[in-house]
């Protein structure tokens, strides 16, 4: 990786730690000079417009998300419990780090059309290998006919995942990921799985809890 490459990634890093608990994004590149020590100028070479700043951060988000889902498609050989888990996972980060909910900005045609190739371009191939996972743990699952259920599940955890920043949830309440495994599994068309159970949650829970101390 180059040094231009390394700037960038701690500028993105920078942005994050920023933007923690911000339920907005109130964040601009003149923000990150103070904040990363870093020159105007140089700041305003890797993101040429604000667009750049927001799509880089979700850029590195889906980097994360998706090697995650390479740890746990390695983790989980069952691909029900692989997809429940990875996105509890999803959902126990954001709360337990105070992470910026991407999906309140993204995606957006507006931000998409005025941020440079380099980033636009980032975004949708991140974005379509993370639907390509999704897509393919829910088909390894079973398909249900009836429904686009790689659709219906997508926008579900974009908007539960909001609904649930906006709520100030616990991040080591049990109850909530067994509620969102529950809307999981219906929205895929198998209410007939053994859904998680809240102890399930709790041990799961203490076994972050261990990973992360």
């Not at 020159?39 to 850029?59: P, R």
């Not at 636009?120 to 259920?149: H, M």
Request: net charge negative.
């Amino acid at each position: 990786m180059s040094s231009w490459d390394q700037r960038g990634d701690y500028l993105v890093q920078v942005s994050q730690r920023c933007l923690k608990g911000s339920k907005t994004f109130d964040l601009c590149r003149s923000h990150l000079v103070k904040a990363s020590q870093i020159s105007k100028g140089t700041i305003y070479n890797h993101f040429t417009t604000e667009a750049d700043l927001i799509v880089a951060v979700g850029c590195a988000q889906y980097e994360q998300w998706l090697s995650q889902a390479k740890r746990d498609t390695e983790k989980y050989p069952n691909p029900y419990e692989r997809y429940i888990f990875h996105h509890c996972q999803r959902l126990y980060c954001m709360l337990s780090e105070q992470h910026f909910v991407i999906d309140r900005v993204l995606p957006n045609e507006t931000v998409l059309n005025n941020c440079s190739d380099y980033y636009r371009q980032r975004y949708e191939k991140l974005t379509a290998e993370s639907y390509r996972w999704n897509e393919d743990a829910i088909r390894d699952i079973g398909e249900v006919s009836g429904f686009d259920r790689v659709e219906l599940v997508t926008n579900y955890i974009r908007g539960a995942l909001i609904n649930i920043d906006d709520s100030h949830k616990q991040y080591d309440d049990p109850k909530l990921y067994h509620q969102f495994s529950y809307a999981l599994t219906q929205l895929m068309g198998h209410s007939a799985k053994r859904i998680p159970t809240e102890k399930d949650f709790e041990n799961w829970i203490a076994a972050q809890s261990q990973l992360t101390h």
